[in-house]
């Protein structure tokens, strides 16, 4: 059982319409068929009782002539079935007409017309109880016997205490229902089929403004909303405010323009807030390389220095250097914004990934460091710096957020998708809650690590920039015990290439 009911679950999900255009069509030749159905099943019945009332009319108009004139002939005499000319008053009969005769509530006769001949009916115990139970009202009444089928039947009672029953049968009268049903499913049939042609052409003319409006929907839809300048031009065109789809229309494009005004001040913001940040780290390089200047030299003072004071002077020291990576990375993004072009030179990945990790060992003695390298140098054509920069920033980012101990694994390959840079470590992974976050700028892991201890939260935001400059991809997969950072650079050449081998 539950099989079928899966299978009609599947069919029905297959045969459900879903577009609106289906809809208005199956809904259509829906009412259409329904009314078509109401038609014929009325016309039906109408048509029978019309033909049954002519029946019933008859069989009043004769009140039991026919079976009265076979009163002297008795049921169970033994003679032959036909009974010829002058046996019966068959004058004004039809054909196929029946007669019977009960007295005392039994059948005495029951014949009917063939032809020339009178002929006998055999009527089984069903039989003659259907007959004796016709209400000798004068009305007409169906009856179906086994021997001749479906009649109508008229009682009526005769003069010497008998009931006299006359009947016609009902084949024609089917007979021209199953022509008029046959005509209607027809007749029917057709109209359904060049209706449902008509209405798929009417609904989809009228349709037509709601696809443009769908349409014009899509092509928004494949807009680069998410950064930039956009310039949204897409209109519904000829929206009729008469119209209910012309009402979405002309909503529809009062919110483009809502859209577009918001995006082009987003835009004008953006642009206004990466020169400030531009601005502003190309005027702080100055005085804070002042800054860090005069520290130093204060620092090289040969004579004698309070220990508060070299302490500060270390302390200002310290602080201009780290202001001063702070302003550089600054720029960086912002010249990245901006969309400053990048070098274009073949840069060995392998060599990168070696000087890195070799620096990486120098900064966290206390975390072991491996390597994966692929047997030939993978070069790709990029700005080796800020290729280099990338590298950095992610074994920088490895140490500071791992414990002592870390096992921090960096491995490059060639792979079908391009250059291929991991860098894995064994630590305690990266918190759920800033994992969709960690590219972004000035996110930081630990929320309550003090600054001065732990980085700018620029370094991750530094390396997707980079990334994306070169065409590429850099994701994070992360989980307690392994977090992995997959960075893939789409320009590989190889060893062996002119570009690989270019100076």
């Not at 019977?100 to 009527?123: D, E, Q």
């Not at 913001?269 to 005027?283: I, N, T, V």
């Not at 980085?455 to 989980?479: F, K, N």
Request: hydrophobic share 45%; glycine share 10%; net charge neutral.
């Amino acid at each position: 059982m539950s099989g079928w009911r899966g299978l009609w679950t599947r069919l029905a999900a297959r045969l459900a319409v879903r577009t609106l255009r289906g809809r208005l069509i199956a809904g259509l030749l829906v009412l259409l068929a329904a009314s078509c159905a109401v038609v014929g099943v009325s016309t039906v019945l109408a048509l029978r009782g019309f033909l049954t009332a002519r029946l019933d009319q008859q069989l009043i108009a004769d009140n039991g002539r026919f079976p009265a004139s076979l009163e002297h002939r008795l049921l169970g005499e033994p003679d032959h079935d036909d009974l010829r000319d002058g046996v019966g008053d068959t004058r004004g009969q039809a054909p196929g007409t029946f007669g019977a005769r009960l007295y005392g509530g039994k059948v005495t006769h029951a014949v009917v017309i063939r032809s020339l001949f009178v002929r006998r009916v055999p009527l089984t115990a069903a039989d003659l109880a259907a007959v004796a139970h016709i209400p000798a009202d004068g009305r007409g009444h169906t009856v179906s016997l086994s021997a001749i089928q479906d009649y109508r039947a008229v009682a009526v009672r005769g003069g010497d205490g008998d009931v006299l029953v006359t009947g016609l049968p009902l084949y024609g009268v089917s007979e021209t229902l199953r022509q008029l049903e046959l005509v209607e499913a027809t007749v029917f049939g057709g109209v359904l089929v060049l209706a449902g042609v008509a209405a798929a052409g009417w609904v989809r003319l009228s349709l037509r403004p709601l696809r443009r409006v769908a349409a014009t929907a899509s092509r928004v839809a494949e807009l680069p909303l998410a950064s930039g300048e956009v310039a949204m031009r897409e209109r519904v065109p000829g929206a009729d405010p008469r119209t209910e789809v012309g009402q979405v229309g002309t909503a529809f494009n009062r919110m483009l323009g809502h859209v577009a005004d918001a995006l082009a001040h987003r835009h004008a913001s953006e642009e206004q807030l990466r020169r400030f940040a531009a601005d502003a780290s190309h005027e702080l390089r100055t005085p804070v390389a002042a800054i860090r200047g005069h520290a130093e030299l204060a620092l090289r003072h040969s004579g004698p220095v309070p220990t508060e004071v070299r302490h500060a002077l270390v302390r200002v020291q310290a602080e201009s250097a780290r202001m001063s990576e702070l302003v550089d990375d600054l720029l960086l993004l912002a010249r990245l914004d901006a969309g400053r072009p990048l070098a274009r030179e073949p840069v060995d990945l392998t060599l990168l990934v070696l000087n890195a990790t070799s620096d990486a060992r120098v900064a966290g003695p206390d975390h072991r460091w491996l390597l994966e390298l692929a047997e030939e140098p993978v070069v790709v054509t990029g700005d080796g710096h800020r290729l280099q920069q990338v590298i950095t920033n992610l074994l920088a980012n490895a140490r500071t957020h791992t414990p002592p101990g870390t096992t921090v694994t960096v491995g490059v390959r060639a792979a079908a998708d391009g250059a291929e840079i991991t860098v894995a470590d064994d630590g305690p992974g990266v918190p759920e809650a800033v994992r969709s976050q960690v590219f972004e700028r000035f996110v930081r892991a630990d929320h309550g690590r003090s600054r001065a201890g732990g980085g700018t939260g620029l370094g991750l935001a530094i390396v997707r920039a980079v990334v994306l400059a070169h065409r590429g991809t850099v994701e994070l997969d992360s989980r307690p015990g392994r977090t992995t950072f997959r960075v893939v650079l789409p320009d590989v050449a190889t060893a062996g290439s002119p570009a690989a081998q270019a100076p």
